[in-house]
């Protein structure tokens, strides 16, 4: 093997063993930022030695093996620096009494390691920017590289986001533990909304010149995915990994040729990967098989899961998916919630009874610079025979997006306003 397909082998191995090996690590040494750097040591190690010895059968456990030997000889040295000799045997014989096997430990619990990474890199006293970029730093395997184009951001920006994390976690004394009770609950709320934020971003690229950034809709399924596994018992969980799984089945169907965007009723439902689609069926079938009363995520996978069993948009179940929203409006009410159900009661019921209730949040500030409201007014304006009207909103909606291929899309569609009806697009991108 080459050194070129040696160092692709070896990033593979490090995109999918780096969140593990950091775990098992910042459990032994408590120090998350001195972890990282130690899981960095044992990736340098494989990039000087598999070169020559060629890539180890169990690559990951190889990896494991030298991060376990730098973890000890860290613990080690640091023991030697920071007690007196007389006292060295002693703290290290009690050391070697609650830990015999440093090596074996770092081995035991991982899922639990883990979960714990999880929580730390999503905490709260971390802005949402700096959580979004840890996370993937830590549980994607991402280097500052690939997060900075990821998120149009320049690579110092992200490296000092990434710095500035983990200092603050150290200062305020994160525990590396998962937490319980009413703190698990506040906690894993932040931990979901950071894997849907990911998600997000590469299923509708918020700027640039691409519609969809597949890599980030893939890490956020991979985290996800993980976290089900980590926590069985939280419904949540297994709906935003439903949601993900049936909105990521339609992306093939949501990009033509050129890379323009299709929206939802327009697209080619044989293009969907049913593979996604039985998966989240599924994950859902596990969250509403807890038996608890439906979390936000879990409503809004039961919504996408309204389009993903229509074989057709006319078969479509308009008013489940109005009755939905209504649901999820009471249980987390926000603007984007009423818009969204706007768009299901046009589709349910027509489109003035949809501009009857999107006309009421005109005046909502926080809609102010959100450009998927005009999208919405001009869409039902237009099929209401208000052309003039809908060409205003659309081109309005145009300036307010920051994606080139959206931006081209609305112009597109003000040009078409009085040529033909266009289906509107739901707000979540459903």
Not at 86 to 100: F, I, K, Q, S
Not at 122 to 129: A, D, F, N, R
Not at 162 to 171: D, G, N, P, Q, Y
Not at 191 to 199: E, G, S
Request: glycine share 6%; proline share 5%; hydrophobic share 45%.
């Amino acid at each position: 093997m080459g050194t070129t397909e040696t160092h692709r082998a070896i990033e593979a191995v490090w995109r999918i063993e780096s969140a593990r090996l950091i775990a098992g690590l910042t459990r032994i040494v408590r120090d998350m930022g001195r972890a990282e750097e130690l899981a960095q040591d044992a990736l340098v190690a494989a990039l000087e030695q598999w070169s020559e010895s060629g890539i180890p059968e169990n690559p990951g456990a190889w990896l494991m093996a030298t991060a376990k030997h730098r973890a000890i000889d860290y613990l080690r040295r640091n023991a030697l620096i920071d007690r007196k000799h007389e006292e060295l045997g002693r703290d290290l014989a009690e050391r070697e009494n609650a830990v015999p096997d440093l090596a074996a430990a770092m081995d035991d619990n991982i899922g639990d390691d883990l979960l714990r990474l999880v929580f730390i890199a999503c905490h709260p006293v971390l802005s949402t920017e700096a959580r979004v970029a840890l996370t993937l730093r830590l549980l994607g395997g991402l280097s500052t590289d690939e997060i900075a184009r990821a998120y149009l951001s320049a690579e110092p920006t992200i490296a000092q986001r990434i710095v500035r994390a983990k200092r603050t976690l150290s200062e305020a004394h994160v525990a590396f533990e998962v937490p319980r009770g009413a703190e698990f609950t506040a906690r894993l709320s932040s931990v979901l909304q950071v894997i849907y934020l990911i998600f997000n971003e590469g299923y509708s690229a918020t700027a640039g010149d691409d519609w969809l950034r597949p890599a980030l809709c893939e890490d956020a399924l991979r985290l996800g995915r993980i976290l089900a596994e980590l926590a069985p018992q939280e419904p949540e969980v297994h709906g935003l990994t439903a949601l993900m799984e049936i909105q990521a089945s339609r992306s093939r169907a949501r990009v033509g040729p050129s890379g323009e965007p299709i929206l939802l009723l327009e697209q080619n439902r044989a293009h969907w990967d049913q593979l996604l689609i039985r998966r989240g069926l599924a994950a859902l079938a596990r969250a509403e098989g807890l038996g608890t009363a439906r979390g936000s995520y879990v409503l809004q996978a039961e919504i996408a899961a309204c389009h993903a069993r229509a074989r057709t948009p006319e078969e479509t179940d308009w008013p489940r998916i109005v009755t939905l929203y209504a649901a999820l409006g009471r249980l987390a009410p926000s603007p984007v919630v009423e818009l969204n159900r706007a768009v299901a009661v046009a589709m349910a019921f027509g489109p003035a009874a949809g501009l009857e209730l999107v006309n009421a949040l005109t005046a909502e500030p926080s809609l102010k610079n959100y450009h998927l409201l005009p999208t919405v007014r001009g869409d039902l304006l237009n099929k209401l025979g208000r052309f003039d009207e809908a060409r205003l909103e659309f081109k309005r909606a145009a300036l307010l997006t920051h994606n080139a291929r959206e931006r081209e899309l609305l112009l597109g569609r003000a040009r078409a306003c009085g040529a033909g009806s266009t289906p509107c697009e739901q707000p979540w991108r459903e």
